[in-house]
Structure formats: structure tokens, C-alpha cells
């Protein structure tokens, strides 16, 4: 049997990872500045992180959602504390479109309404209603074309209250910051109008963070920057460190009704035990701090170097729009230079490393970066 080709792969296998370095199967190590797509928070093989599921996995890797699971809990409680959102409910599931898909449910359950706000160059996943509010048609079957939504601009407050007073709209949703839109800032202004939009028109705010949290902005949420809390939030991710997890944060506002949402996999004991140890990680070795920091240092430093349009972003997501198209940099990089990049269109260089890039780490980054493009 063939895999079904949908990824055009780099030639490489990567067989074995530590802290925020890659190594193929040949032997040849790679800084890691794409953190497998922003997936990898506390780094590769942390001993904290290995121990966590070993020790689970002998106990017992899986029971359903049909018995109490003490775990669950525990993530709850620490995820709560760290995030600054201890008075909204947790929902578990397995990936981020997963995470969107239920959100935007909930929304509808709670006030009836059907169409969707979203915004131009979104990304929000693959499933039914994820697909439908991200802005791209290729990959939009006509399955998925069900769901009405609008699609507006960034930092237009005027626009979307007019979709606001057609009075049909369920939900907004919108990421911390825009990811495979190519590393996009909404104004923290912006948020802020919406979220007053919002309450003023019984529409349900959602704030995707799958990309942008878990401390990846230099805050937990990037939508913290802006200091307003949203009705619903959504993680994926960072946040088991590469074991498949979603979850959805939900405000005290929604009363939740057995059977209303569901899951067979969602919090299942290991991804528990994965995400729990990745917030002890994050919090013992203040890695949020720490992205802020070294993101800092990072977007200084690349915004020095030559043919770099405008470098975007916070903390550890970073944007490097160039003037030239990409590909071939990000391939000299990668083939050259061993460091791993993500891209976002064709003159996007997109960064995600591990949340414990070190300063030495970035420095040598940008040694490298310099290399290949001075
Ligand atoms: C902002 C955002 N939302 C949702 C998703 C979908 O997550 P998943 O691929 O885990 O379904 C992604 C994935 O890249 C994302 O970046």
C-alpha cells in the first residue's frame, strides 16, 4: 500500500530530537527553529516529559470517557492557574481543528444562531466547520460549504458590527495571532472593539490560540497583550509537546447538557499525563519568560540583516517577510546550514522553535541565517 500523497516532503528522516536540536538518520544534527509546526513547547525528549508518559503507560494508557479520570482534573486545575482562566470549564479533545469544530457548536447551542464571522488569510483546521471559517477555497470541498460565514479585514470594527446587526451571527473567531497567514498581528485595539462587539450583540467571541498560546507570544495567550478575555479559547499544539491533544477553555457563561459534546480519545490518561508535565516544564523553567525574551532578542537581530522586508510576530512566533521569494533560502538553510524553518507564503520565513530556545541557540540562528542570505 501507497501513503496517500498529500505532503511534498524535504528529504530527510528525522529519527531523534533533544531540547530544541533535531538529528536525521544519517546522523546530521539541525537546529530546530519550526518546532515540528509549533508543536514541540518544552522541547524534544524532556526527561520531565518522558518520565511522565512512561510512567502513565505502565499504569494504564487509555479508559473512556465513561468513568472518572482524576488526570483530567489535575490538567484543569494547573492549566486554569497558569493561564489566568481558573473560572472557565475544560473540554478535551485530540487536535486543533477538533478544538475549533466544538467551539463553534458550543457557540450555536448556546444562542441559536447559525452564521460565523471570521477573517481574510485565517487558518482554523481541516474538519467540517474548522475548514469552513479558514480562508482558503482550495481546500474547501463542497461538503463543507454548508455553514454561512463572512469573511472581513483586520482592525475594522465598523465592518463587523454591520455583520453583527444582521442579528444572525453565532460566533467570531479569530487567532491570537494569524499563523499560515503568514505571522499576523490584529491590532490590540481591534480585539478589544470586538470583544465589546461581541457582548453588545450576543455573539459568542472565539479566540483561536492553537498557534499562538501556550506561551509561545511571550504571554500564555496572545490575546493577553490585549487584555480582554474571550467566551471561548482554543489550544492544540504546544500543549501535550507532540502527544495529539485539543482542548477547549470555556467561559462560566455556557451551562453544559450530558451528551452535548463528546469524545472516544479526547483526554485520554496519557495525553493528561503529557500535558500536565508540560505545564510543570513551562512553569519550573519559565518558558514563557523565556520565549518573550529570546523572541525579543531574535526579532532585534533579524531585522538587521540584509534583503528582510519586516520581521513580525511575538516571542517565539516570528514572522520574516523578505524581498525575495523564500524558497531557495529556506532550502540553503535546511540542506546547508542544518536549521529547520516553516514558511508562510512565498516570501514568509516562518520561526516556531521550542519554547527553551536558548539566547545561544538564537544567536547561532541568525549566524547561520546570515550565512545563507548576506
Ligand atoms: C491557528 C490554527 N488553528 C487550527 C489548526 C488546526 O490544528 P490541527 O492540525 O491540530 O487540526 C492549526 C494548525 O496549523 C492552526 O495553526
Not at 475544560?90 to 466544538?102: M, P, Q, R, V, Y
Not at 444562542?111 to 474547501?140: E, L, M, Q, Y
Not at 521569494?325 to 516562518?350: C, M, N, S, W, Y
Request: charged content about 20%.
Amino acid at each position: 500500500m501507497n501513503l496517500f500523497d498529500v505532503y511534498p516532503l524535504f528529504d530527510i528522516e528525522i529519527v531523534r530530537g533533544q531540547g530544541c536540536c533535531v538529528w536525521d538518520a544519517a546522523g546530521n544534527e539541525y537546529l530546530d527553529l519550526y518546532g515540528g509546526h509549533a508543536v514541540i513547547s518544552v522541547g524534544h525528549a524532556h526527561p520531565r516529559y518522558v518520565a511522565a508518559i512512561t510512567d502513565q503507560l505502565r499504569k494504564l494508557g487509555f479508559y473512556s470517557n465513561s468513568v472518572f479520570n482524576s488526570l483530567q482534573q489535575q490538567l484543569a486545575d494547573r492549566l486554569g492557574r497558569v493561564s489566568g482562566y481558573d473560572d472557565y470549564a475544560l473540554f478535551l479533545i485530540n487536535t486543533g481543528a477538533e478544538a475549533n469544530e466544538n467551539a463553534i457548536k458550543l457557540a450555536s447551542f448556546h444562542n441559536g444562531k447559525r452564521r460565523v464571522v471570521s477573517f481574510r488569510c485565517s487558518f482554523h483546521g481541516r474538519t467540517t466547520a474548522a475548514v469552513r471559517v479558514t480562508d482558503n477555497p482550495a481546500i474547501i470541498a463542497p461538503v463543507n460549504e454548508g455553514m454561512p460565514v463572512t469573511f472581513l479585514s483586520f482592525d475594522d470594527p465598523a465592518l463587523v458590527e454591520d455583520e453583527f446587526r444582521k442579528g444572525d451571527v453565532s460566533s467570531l473567531i479569530i487567532e491570537g495571532i494569524q499563523g499560515v497567514g503568514g505571522i499576523r498581528l490584529p491590532s490590540d485595539d481591534f480585539l478589544r472593539s470586538l470583544r465589546e462587539l461581541c457582548t453588545r450583540y450576543d455573539v459568542c467571541l472565539i479566540v483561536d490560540e492553537i498557534q499562538s498560546g501556550y506561551g509561545r507570544s511571550g504571554r500564555f495567550f496572545a490575546h493577553q497583550w490585549a487584555g480582554l478575555r474571550p467566551d471561548i479559547i482554543t489550544v492544540a499544539k504546544g500543549i501535550a509537546n507532540g502527544f495529539p491533544m485539543g482542548a477547549v477553555l470555556i467561559s462560566p457563561m455556557f451551562k453544559p447538557v450530558h451528551g452535548m459534546l463528546g469524545t472516544t480519545f479526547g483526554g485520554n490518561h496519557l495525553a493528561c499525563a503529557a500535558a500536565i508535565a508540560v505545564l510543570d516544564i513551562i512553569a519550573e523553567e519559565r518558558l514563557v519568560e523565556n520565549a518573550g525574551r529570546v523572541g525579543g532578542y531574535l526579532m532585534q537581530e533579524l531585522a538587521t540583516l540584509p534583503g528582510v522586508k519586516e520581521v513580525r510576530g511575538r516571542g517565539l512566533m516570528i514572522g520574516i517577510e523578505m524581498e525575495e521569494p523564500v524558497k531557495d533560502i529556506r532550502r540553503r538553510l535546511l540542506f546547508e546550514q542544518r536549521v529547520f524553518t516553516g514558511v508562510a507564503g512565498a516570501h514568509t520565513i516562518r520561526l516556531l522553535p521550542p519554547l527553551c530556545l536558548s539566547e545561544a541557540e538564537a544567536e547561532e540562528t541568525i549566524r547561520r541565517l546570515r550565512n545563507v542570505i548576506a
